[in-house]
């Protein structure tokens, strides 16, 4: 990062003095011939929110080098926050940049920049701070806090917006592994919890297993084309009949798998409900948006783009895996009593709208996928948000228990999470519903009935367990313990969730809580007693909650939102 | 390095060069699948990770083969001097350095399914290349690798135009590496609850020393 | 210089499959680690091989990442088995299985 | 015309402020507050309404936008969200707010002493918004938006005692029937969206009549059937028409004002309303036709029969509420929406009225809902008995009472499209009337059977003494035994056991309902130019849409006659079945005069019936319709738990998963190659 501000200092001096070859964007035949110039133009412009992250990472990191030790709480998430709002701005700048000039390739053509790399830079800067915002209470409940956290957080959003400015598979792989990275260490992060270094481990295990799939996809590619690089391959697929197209269709079928992964496509999404689980809450909202977000942008990148010619070969592969995806999502999350996990499985199912509009392989597909990347951000923060403070002090309460009679403890709360459920499930005057109703159109626009309907039935499924966590926070709280401690408290705990087996045993972590669940008292109905005590809402999460449901609202009413998804289809 | 001059072709032995070149294939090759097959089947970890360094010199020969000097070289440094040491590090950190215990599969299919999923994948790999026709992309999009000059000047060359941005970005993965290895391995901090009856104790003691000093 | 590439290209291709199947068979979480290993190396043959019949470098840089990459991945991934194994030295992969469902 | 505004802004405010300060403003205030608001809102359909009849300019064909607020004015997709007054939302609108204001005054009462007081008028003002933006929405997807409102509303009163088992399973029910009728409803938004690039009802049903009158179709016969087919299985999920019509019974759980309101009066003729609102759809489609009334009158014959097996007082009346509506299905299946829609209005007038008639016996037992266990209320209840018997004469269809004028007009309509549909109609009739007695002689008159259900062996023997007949029992007066659960507690903790009237706030609604059934034919009444519905409907209904329906004077006299007739017959059936069967001591000279005759009405009349009835609701509802209601929820979630087992937890497993997944979609391009 710094190399690269010093890079066109050096490279002017010791330009060589054979003839200059400038590179021009564009040129899809490569650069010179020989050893000419080391120069290549660094378009900062370019690249600035990413720049504004990784370089705020390498401050942060040295000011707490310099700072002592635990001097002062939230400095780092206040840091965190404006360096994140900075990157906010710059791709807001940059937003206005494009709209002036073309849109073009830069930095030796490894990353694009037109509107679609410019959104994401967007949603990814905002998921950063709200996840910067969220962490900052989490993390000195848990006795946690401390600068890597953050560094690890921006850094993972340097990676993924790197994956969705990508104009090439090698930038596409290291953006992928930087993030990817990133969010292994995130993800067992909580050292006190057992679960979270196993779900650290099992995310690291297939996220390498994964990754070494995506490459050989991508060397493939590499011989199938001549080129890593997404424009000069489609260029040269549309000119070029290939004696044998083995080779391409089996690096572009790799590389759904590699990307497939990143968005917990089914059946690639095994890690995603024991990872959601284990990670740190925070953390699992921001992994749900950004990761989700930074590897569909790489889908996009490289079948709307790379393989664009291919279409027809790409779409019934995707038709099917937005199918499962829809159908496996939903129908699991009905069968889940664990809050995060529950929420995996929506996210799973989630996805396969967003694949819905991919596989529309149309500008309006596309726009609605971006639509629902962009309003899914800011719901799926809220709701972990919420799924932070409910479940207390070392994530001793993830079961749908903990949220029971939320509406009377903290009406507002309630209200607020009700309203990010409800958008999950599409219901109208939400982001949700015109997310999904913009993909489903898109789908129907192409002909696509059968998935249009397939994506109808999973919203009608998935509105079954959605509503049914709104209900329980609407229900009785107090669970009577006086009279009828057994029959009443475990009709009143188990009978408003239908479709519950046994319950699952809460000591998942070692920490405190499982201690206090454990001696709350026996069997099912400690378990789902709702958690005692007042649900404080700290200040970073109340203004987070806040931004988050207007969101919600305001982009499920009107326009801009849409537009501004509109826009970006433009690629390069 | 021997290979390294055979393969650089030569006017004088041009039928040397040919067969040494299928010569060095030969060797990598049977180093690389005994080296890969020796970590998939052997039982200690240990024996394991030396089967590993095999395999990453058969792929070092099969660069130098394949005019990738520069590579086979980082190959050697990083792989084999760092990447096994690190390995062997652990196992012996752990103590894992005896032999995989017998445990029932958890899922009795694991080993068969696997075995027959790598097989068909492979088989389905070759098929897409109808195993002789892999590579039909344009040429030199990236630079020319023949033609004159040195193989680690070219790959600087081109790192420092073409894949400058990726090169740079490195920096951050090297960071993270950093910051995760001080994540993981810090010393775990617990909270007081979650203290042993007796380390509540000595930390009671040793505050209510403190106490006592400072009076 | 004249063994075709695509001996090579099988050559990785067998060295792939031997990696998976070999992630998919041990339980031990190093081994199965050393096997993603396997696979990257299968990978930066394709590459370089590709390289070498495109007559083009960029297969060749593309390995150089794949090499700094790995060896990130390594310290990570070793850090974690670190950290979650030090307790715990006769564990495998398979007694991890607290999160399911 | 702002007014309009008011009319959905007072229930929707009052919502807001319950949810809010419910609590605060406690237990009888926060009822009062959201029953004011719902007077308002009547008060402002109404000044609407008269200000639309006032607008008599014959051009815009009654109707009026008033835009609320543009969604989303992007290309594509240009939605205005506007209340629609036109003469149909207005006739719904009326009734809704209007029935639905009585209902409220009379859960003031009702729920005295809830737990959750405030959660209950919450969720009825927001009932109540949702039901206005249903009727008076300008497009389907605003509509469907108010669709979904009292969806939720529905299923969050239906387990409002959600503490109870039963409740909850009801709930579930309810939601899991309710969305494959809502998935149906939105299959027909996409294929309207698709094919008329919007949800308009203006542009929709614009199109669709201008085509009609233009002499070609823009409707495609086919298209036509499917999107009618679609809106009916939405239609049918709402208003519980076979197959869904499952959870409307188990409703009941709900408490009974939202028994009255919701699942008798207003919110499942949501259905009704919809179908009758693509009445120009529907025009292009017999098929479709055929199918909404053949089903209905499959639904109306067959709820009835269960009706007449049924001891659970609510239970009586939610079939029956079944089989009303399957009237008003046959009716709009036959082309004759306005007789449909009328009999929808008297039928909420009388069966809000039985329902808070039972609610207000219920509440007299101390939450008895078993018929078998109660008999003789008539004096203990002098003004919910008089009541309840007009509804009951209103829903057997006895002139001069409103259910006897609009199923009149019903069954000419069914005889004009086919004989075996009025066939049907008519032998429902009887039955209606059968179970109505039924129900009428087992809890009004009779033996006072409810000292002997307290268990109290002291009141037992004196409810034996076949002279004691029910004057001179004094109940229980202590023991009462109050479910676990009982939601009036506290309101009845000063009582004793003896049943008493229930507070003029909740007898007060009841006398207004039973003025209404008794003079609400009025509105449409076949002759002497008192067809005000039929004339103020014919903007919506035009002849080309529905055509007139012509029945000759004469068979309509011969009609109206048999059905009546066969009501009275069924009426006379059922009183002296169930007077005499449980009461042997009662009236004893009649008992040896009559003797032969009862005795052959319950082995003809009443035997098959009870036995058919009891094998129907037995045999093929629970174990057939319900089973598959209860089979898809359990399916589903029984898949999720199987798929769970697939998430074993063991890593290798899931790279395994992965690995199969490579294998599988490379098998595809292989499959591909060189195909493309």
Known sequence: ?572 | MIAALLATPQPMSVHLAHASAWAVFAVGAVLILSGALGVVLLRNPVHCALMLVITLFGIALEFIDQSADFLAAVQIIVYAGAVVILFLFVIMFLGVDRRERFMREPFRGQKPLAVILGLITLAEILVLSRVGNWSTGQHGVAGDLNGPGENIQKLGQSIYTRYLLPFEMTSALLVIAVVATVVLARQQSRAPSELTKDEQAGVAAAAADKAEAKR | MTVPGAWYLVLAAILFGIGATGLLVRRNVLIMFMCVELMLNAVSLTFVTFARMLNDIGGQASVFFILVVAAAEVVVGLGIIVAIFRRRPEATADDLHMLKG | ?676
Not at chain 4, 33 to 40: D, H, P
Not at chain 4, 495 to 507: C, F, K, L, N
Request: proline share 4%; hydrophobic share 50%.
């Open chain 4, 1 to 676: 015309m702002n007014a309009a505004y008011i009319v959905l802004a007072l229930p929707l405010a009052g919502a807001l402020l319950l949810v809010f300060g419910g609590k605060r403003l406690g237990d009888p205030l926060a009822g009062w507050l959201a029953t004011i608001l719902s007077f308002g809102s009547f008060a402002a359909v109404l000044v609407t309404w008269l200000t639309l009849l006032g607008d008599n300019a014959a051009g815009n064909g009654r109707l009026i936008e008033k835009n609320i607020f543009t969604w989303l004015p992007v290309a594509g997709l240009h939605v205005n969200f506007a209340l629609r007054i036109d003469p149909l939302s207005m006739t719904m609108a009326l009734f809704v707010t209007g029935v639905g204001s009585l209902i409220h005054l009379y859960s003031i009462g009702y729920m005295r002493g809830d737990r959750d007081y405030p959660r209950f008028f919450f969720l009825l003002n927001l009932f109540l918004a949702s039901m206005i933006v249903l009727v008076m929405a300008n497009s389907y997807l605003f509509s469907f938006v108010g669709w979904e409102g009292v969806g939720f509303c529905s299923y969050g009163l239906v387990g409002f005692w959600f503490d109870r088992e039963s409740a909850a399973v009801a709930a579930k029910k309810a939601f899991v029937t309710n969305r494959v009728g809502d998935f149906g409803f939105m299959v027909a938004l996409f294929l309207m969206f698709n094919h008329f690039g919007s949800f308009n009802y203006s542009t929709v049903l614009g199109t669709a009549s201008s085509g009609l009158l233009g002499g070609h179709a823009t409707l495609n016969g086919t298209f036509a059937t499917g999107l009618g087919l679609m809106i009916f299985l939405g239609a049918a999920g709402k208003s519980a028409q076979i197959p869904l019509y499952m959870w409307l019974p188990d409703a009941m759980e709900g408490p009974t004002p939202v028994s009255a309101l919701i699942h008798a009066a207003t919110m499942v003729t949501a259905g009704v309303y919809l179908v009758a609102r693509s009445a120009p759809i529907l025009h292009f489609s017999h098929s479709s036709q055929w199918v909404i009334a053949c089903i209905g009158a499959a639904t109306m014959f067959f709820a009835a029969t269960i009706a007449c097996a049924q001891n659970d007082i609510k239970r009586v009346l939610a079939y029956s509420t079944l089989s009303q509506l399957g009237y008003m299905f046959m009716a709009e299946g036959a082309g004759d929406y306005t007789s449909g829609l009328y009999h929808m209005i008297n039928h909420a007038f009388f069966k809000a009225l039985l329902f808070l008639g039972a609610g207000s016996v219920i509440h007299a037992l101390h939450d008895e809902q078993d018929m078998k266990k109660m008999g003789a209320l008539r004096k203990y209840l002098p003004i919910t008995f008089p009541t309840f018997i007009i509804g009951y004469l209103a829903l057997s269809g006895i002139p001069p009472f409103d259910g006897f004028w609009s199923k009149d007009d019903i069954l000419a309509s069914a005889y004009h499209m086919n004989f075996f549909l009025w066939l049907a109609g008519a032998v429902t009739a009887g039955l209606t009337a059968y179970y109505m007695s039924r129900q009428v002689a087992l809890v009004w008159f009779g033996k006072a059977r409810w000292s002997e259900a307290r268990g109290d062996s002291a009141h037992a023997a004196v409810g034996n003494d076949p002279a004691a007949e029910g004057s001179t029992v004094a109940p229980g007066g202590t023991g009462t035994e109050e479910a676990a659960h009982a939601p009036h507690e506290g309101a009845h903790g000063e009582h004793s056991g003896r049943p008493h009237e229930s507070p003029p706030v909740m007898t007060l609604p009841l006398i207004i309902l039973a003025v209404l059934s008794t003079i609400g034919w009025l509105i449409n009444a076949n002759f002497g130019g008192f067809n005000h519905l039929e004339k103020f409907l014919e903007p919506v209904f035009p002849t080309a849409i529905a055509p007139a329906i012509h029945v000759a004077t004469n068979t309509k006299w011969v009609l109206g006659i048999i059905t009546t007739a066969l009501a009275f017959i069924g009426l006379f059936a059922g009183l002296r079945t169930w007077r005499k069967v449980e009461v042997p001591a009662l009236e004893p000279a009649f008992l040896a005069h009559g003797w032969y005759i009862d005795e052959a009405l319950a082995a003809t009349v009443s035997g098959p019936i009870e036995s058919g009835a009891d094998a129907m609701a037995y045999e093929l509802d629970a174990r057939g319709v319900d089973g598959a209601v209860n089979g898809v929820a359990s399916l589903i979630t029984g898949t999720g738990r199987q798929l769970r087992r697939v998430q074993t937890g063991y890593v290798r497993n899931y790279a395994l998963g992965l690995a199969g997944g490579l294998a599988v979609i490379l098998a595809y391009v292989a499959a591909r190659v060189g195909g493309a």
């Open chain 1, 1 to 572: 990062m710094i190399g690269l501000l010093s890079h066109t200092l050096v490279g002017q001096t010791v330009q060589a003095p054979a003839t200059g070859c400038q590179v021009t964007p564009g040129k899809v035949t490569g650069l010179c011939q020989a050893f000419n110039s080391l120069h290549i133009p660094v378009e900062y412009r370019t690249i600035l929110p990413l720049l504004v992250l990784s370089i705020g990472a390498l401050v942060l990191l040295v000011i707490s080098a310099v700072l002592p030790k635990r001097s002062r709480p939230g400095l780092y998430p206040l840091l965190t926050v404006i360096i994140s709002g900075l990157a906010a701005g710059a791709s807001v700048f940059q937003w206005i940049d494009v709209g002036n000039h073309a849109a073009t390739k830069a930095i030796g053509n490894q990353i694009f920049y037109d509107r679609f790399s410019v959104l994401f830079m967007l949603l990814i800067s905002v998921a950063t701070l709200f996840g910067a915002l969220l962490s900052d209470s989490y993390l000195q409940r848990e006795g946690l806090d401390g600068v890597e956290a953050y560094v690890l957080m921006l850094l993972a959003s340097t990676g993924a917006m790197l994956m969705a400015a990508s104009a090439g598979t090698i930038m596409l792989f290291l953006g992928l592994e930087i993030m990817s990275i990133a969010l292994y260490v995130m993800t067992a992060y909580h050292r006190r919890r057992a679960a979270s270094g196993e779900g650290g481990l099992k995310y690291f295990i297939l996220g390498s297993f994964s990754s070494a799939i995506f490459l050989y996809g991508a060397a493939l590619a590499y011989g199938a084309t001549g080129t890593t690089q997404f424009d000069e391959m489609s260029v040269f697929l549309a000119r070029t009949t290939l004696p044998n197209d083995g080779i391409l269709l089996g690096g572009m079928a790799l590389l759904i798998v590699g990307l497939g992964f990143k968005v917990a496509a089914v059946p690639f999404h095994f890690w995603s409900p024991d990872v959601y689980e284990a990670a740190p809450t925070p953390f699992t909202g921001y992994m749900a948006a950004v990761a989700k977000a930074a590897g569909f942008a790489g889908l996009f990148r490289v079948l709307l783009e790379g393989f664009h010619s291919q279409e027809a070969n790409w779409r019934p592969a995707i038709w099917l895996i937005a199918v499962l995806t829809l159908l496996v999502g939903s129908v699991l999350a009905i069968a889940q009593r664990d809050l995060k996990r529950m929420m995996a499985y929506s996210s799973i199912s989630q996805a396969g709208y967003v694949l819905i509009g991919l596989q529309s392989a149309s500008s309006q597909g596309t726009a609605g996928a971006l639509f629902y990347l962009l309003t899914y951000t800011f719901i799926i923060a809220g709701t972990f948000a919420v799924i932070g403070l409910v479940q207390g002090e070392g994530e001793a309460r993830n079961d749908l228990g903990a949220i029971r009679g939320l509406g009377r403890r903290r009406p507002g709360l309630a209200l607020v999470m009700l309203l990010f459920l409800l958008a999950q499930a599409g219901v109208p005057f939400t982001s949700g519903f015109l997310a999904k109703f913009y993909v489903i159109a898109a789908a129907v626009n192409r002909g696509q009935y059968a998935l249009a309907i397939i994506g109808m039935l999973a919203a009608a499924i998935a509105a079954f367990f959605y509503l049914r966590v709104g209900l329980l926070m609407y229900s009785s709280p107090e669970v009577d313990e006086t009279k009828e401690p057994t029959d009443g408290a475990a009709l009143a705990g188990l009978r408003p969730i239908p479709g519950f087996d046994t319950p699952r045993e809460p000591a998942l972590s070692q920490g405190p809580g499982a201690v206090a669940a454990s001696s709350d008292g026996d069997g099912a109905v400690a378990l789902l007693a709702p958690p005692e005590g007042r649900v404080e809402i700290p200040f970073t999460v109340g203004i987070t909650l806040a931004v988050c449901a207007a969101f919600t609202i305001f982009a499920g009413v009107s326009s801009p939102v849409l537009d501004f998804a509109k826009h970006a289809t433009t690629y390069f």
